[in-house]
Nanobody, 127 residues
Framework: QVQLVESGGGLVQAGGSLRLSCAAS????????MGWFRQAPGKEREFLAA????????FYVDSVKGRFTISRDNAKNTVYLQMNSLKPEDTAVYYC????????????????????WGQGTQVSVSS
């Protein structure tokens, strides 16, 4: 079955960095656009970043643009989220998601596009 497993979360001080990884199995990773989302306590799940199948197209929500970078390694079936200049308001559970698509340059910013989700990894940023 399809599995998306996030790792790399943890506790970091404000201004610090973390790199999240999401390893995929049970699907053809190179056929999937990938996305990162997060959910803070008491808040709805929020889209952060997306990347196309080829990795050539990316998109970010304004709140993380310039601080977070999404990338992928199709040979390793892994998508990454490099997070720099972290703020206390970045504290949340972070999820990766996969959307099968026939379009190599398309990315998706809405949760309904994604069929597969990971279990999440906790990121906590202290002030």
């Amino acid at each position: 079955q399809v599995q998306l497993v996030e790792s790399g979360g943890g506790l970091v001080q404000a201004g610090g960095s973390l790199r999240l990884s999401c390893a995929a199995s049970g699907l053809t990773f190179s056929d999937c656009a990938m996305g990162w989302f997060r959910q803070a306590p008491g808040k709805e799940r929020e889209f952060l970043a997306a990347i196309s199948r080829s990795g050539g197209s990316t998109f970010y929500v304004d709140s993380v643009k310039g601080r977070f970078t999404i990338s992928r390694d199709n040979a390793k079936n892994t998508v990454y989220l490099q997070m720099n200049s972290l703020k206390p308001e970045d504290t949340a559970v972070y999820y990766c998601a996969a959307a099968e698509t026939i379009y190599s340059t398309t990315y998706y910013s809405g949760a309904p596009w994604y069929s597969y989700w990971g279990q999440g990894t906790q990121v906590s940023v202290s002030s």
